[in-house]
């Protein structure tokens, strides 16, 4: 497994697990980030990351990108 942080431009990626405290969880979860589910990464810049999660693109800074494992 590796941090989201390290996924490439355009490669689709499974989350398989995500780190954190409770609130951290709760909330990525209630954006579309939950273990199993399928995500692609369609920008990064400096750790900083635009990914597609269901039909929404959300927008995650390095901090919470390295929470999310692939």
């Known amino acids: 497994m590796m941090p989201l942080t390290m996924a490439k431009t355009g490669e689709t990626v499974t989350i398989g697990r995500i780190t954190g405290k409770d609130e ?8 579309g980030f939950v273990v199993g589910s399928d995500i692609t990464v369609v920008n990064e810049m400096g750790g900083n990351v635009i990914v597609q999660v269901k039909d929404s693109r959300v ?12």
């Open 24 to 31: 951290v969880r709760q909330h990525l979860a209630e954006l």
């Open 59 to 70: 927008a995650l800074d390095k901090t919470m990108a390295t929470r999310i494992m692939v």
